[in-house]
């Protein structure tokens, strides 16, 4: 039968990109935040213009106003509910005829960004600077403080990027098996979705791969889990658009770049085609051999991963960390969206 997943994509399926393995989590992150954005505001976004549409600062005040007024409708209608939130209490001012790379378009940006700190309460280190994306000076931060606002604002009824439903879908699973109460208040529901077949084939095909003697394995546990490796590490997979997720670390990462990572002969591979130099450098080392609770894209606070989930996601295959034990497992999810004082 034809597979469900070639009509539900949006895009469509494309041929392999030509990425790195190292930037496709960041490539397919722009992406759910084009299609987010561009769902939003009908604009004509995507990967290729993602920084010159935002460069201006005109987009991302428009989103911190909008995201404000939703706030305000959101206090107005569940009052109860909103002393529970963080709200934004106020907007930005924007100027409207800046251009790229003037002081005006910086003035916007840093407004944004003031605002994200101020009325958002996101942390330092989901954030960018105003030469990051003016300049292109760090793209990552940029990305991940928009897909922590996205987070925020979901929770008083702001449309959110796919991500972020992928990220609750795999929340309620979790409080499901460890009989977890919800949290409070109780997070949107995110829109249904299908697993699909595709999903299950998409994963042989990168594990396929591994050229080890004895092959590097993820066996599949339920639809959409697997364990990994040799050790009892298990990780969440989803289908983002044409990319095979990750959910590891409390953030994000392509499978294909895990398993560079964490499959040895990948590994290798990688070693060998690097001099020693580049080998040495720290973002070759924090690559390969991430700390606990690794830097992954997409993770929120400061990088660890929810309470609730450490004893699912480790940032290695290999790690000597081990699941809770069910007797040692939270009370409850650890909610990040701290009330506003």
């Not at 928009?146 to 879908?169: D, N």
């Not at 396929?208 to 959409?224: A, D, H, L, N, Y």
């Amino acid at each position: 039968p034809t597979c469900p997943f070639a009509v539900i994509a949006d895009p469509p399926i494309r041929s392999i990109r030509p990425f790195k393995s190292s930037e496709q989590y960041l490539e397919a992150m722009k992406e759910d935040l084009a299609d987010w954005l561009r769902n939003l505001y009908e604009l004509d976004i995507d990967t290729a213009n993602f920084l010159e549409t935002l460069e201006t600062g005109q987009l991302l005040c428009q989103h911190a106003n909008a995201v404000t007024q939703a706030a305000q409708n959101f206090l107005a209608q569940s009052p109860a509910l909103a002393q529970k939130i963080w709200l934004p209490r106020s907007g930005v001012c924007c100027n409207g005829a800046a251009q790229p790379r003037t002081f005006q378009a910086r003035d916007n940006v840093s407004n944004f960004i003031h605002w994200c700190r101020k009325e958002m309460g996101i942390k330092e280190v989901l954030m960018f600077e105003t030469e990051d994306l003016v300049l292109r000076k760090n793209e990552k931060h940029v990305v991940l403080c928009l897909l922590e606002l996205g987070r925020r604002a979901w929770r008083f009824g702001v449309a959110a990027p796919t991500l972020v439903h992928l990220e609750e879908e795999i929340e309620e699973e979790l409080r499901q098996e460890l009989a977890l109460p919800p949290p409070d208040p109780p997070p949107p529901a995110p829109p249904a979705r299908q697993l699909t077949c595709c999903l299950s084939l998409q994963v042989q095909n990168l594990v396929s791969r591994c050229t080890c003697p004895v092959q590097f394995s993820m066996i599949k546990v339920s639809e959409g889990k697997y364990r990994v490796g040799d050790s009892n590490t298990l990780i969440f997979v989803r289908i983002l658009r044409n990319h095979v997720m990750v959910r590891v670390g409390g953030g994000w990462d392509t499978l294909g770049h895990y398993l560079d990572k964490h499959d040895p002969c990948r590994c290798t591979s990688l070693c060998e085609s690097l001099s020693a130099t580049e080998m040495l450098s720290p973002l070759f080392l924090l690559l390969c051999f991430p700390t606990p609770g690794g830097d992954y894209f997409g993770s929120s606070q400061d990088g660890q991963p929810p309470e609730s989930t450490r004893g699912f996601y480790t940032t290695s295959a290999h790690s000597d960390r081990q699941p809770l034990p069910e007797s040692s497992a939270p009370s409850g999810l650890e909610d990040i969206h701290t009330p506003r004082p």
